[in-house]
């Protein structure tokens, strides 16, 4: 019995550090900068759809992504979203929080992800110690003001169809494959998701866009100008 028993513990042994991998590994291909700060916060999993931050909420942390994707986005009172921004590996959000004001965006896994967390007092150590990284953190949310700038821009002048234009155009900057459903084009526009529908559909009969399967379709040629 005792024999088995130890058995048993041994194969569970093994199976947690298989199903646990290291710090070390994991990190193994952010760059260095990112490998230190990564270092002092702790990795944790998450399943498909966790919801990591809340739009209002207060917290001091952040997220450091090591693997899958991570969601930023707002909603109204009627549930209505809109996507900020879609973060993969490399990439940590959670960093607008560190004023002490409350949280300007709600966070969701994408796919199952892998993130280090990290709290405001392990990143103003990391700082204190790597003071080139407040540059790099300066430099990251400058990019996001100028992304939600430009957003912002495109939500006031341009019409439903303009928008998604920018986004397809954009998503198809190195490949002609789009992979999204009408639910996601419709929270990174703002609208609502029949809308995007009436003119994926529209674009499909014109013989702009052909459906590859659910959430898949592919340009065919250059989207026109107006719709």
């Known amino acids: 019995m005792l024999a088995a028993l130890a058995a048993v513990a041994h194969e569970q ?5 298989i199903d646990t991998p290291t710090l070390e590994s994991v990190t193994a291909d952010l760059p260095p900068s990112l490998r230190l700060l990564a270092a002092r916060g702790m990795a944790r ?4 759809g966790t919801v990591l931050i809340e739009e209002g909420s207060q917290g001091d942390s952040l997220y450091l992504i090591l693997s899958g994707s991570l969601r930023a986005y707002g909603c109204d009172a009627r549930g209505r979203e809109v996507t900020y921004g879609i973060y993969g590996p490399g990439e940590y959000v959670g960093e607008m929080s560190l004023d002490g004001g ?3 965006a709600s966070v969701i896994t994408e796919q199952a992800s892998r ?7 392990s990143l103003q150590a990391h700082i ?24 912002t821009k495109q939500l006031a002048l341009n019409d439903v169809y303009g928008r998604l234009k ?8 190195t490949s002609d494959e789009i992979l999204l459903t009408h639910q996601a ?5 703002g609208c609502s998701r029949e809308m995007v529908s009436k003119l994926v559909k529209d674009l499909e009969l014109g013989g702009y866009l052909e459906r590859v399967a659910n959430g898949r379709y592919r340009r065919l040629k250059a989207l026109p100008a107006r719709w």
């Open 185 to 189: 084009m419709a929270q990174r526009l």
């Open 166 to 173: 920018a986004l397809l155009e954009t998503t198809t900057a």
């Open 128 to 151: 204190a110690e790597h003071p080139e990284f407040a540059f790099e953190l300066l430099t990251k949310v400058i990019r996001r003001a100028r992304a939600a700038t430009l957003s």
């Open 115 to 121: 993130c280090v967390l990290l709290t405001r007092a």
């Open 102 to 104: 409350p949280r300007s």
């Open 45 to 48: 999993s998450y399943r498909r």
């Open 13 to 17: 042994a093994r199976m947690d550090s």
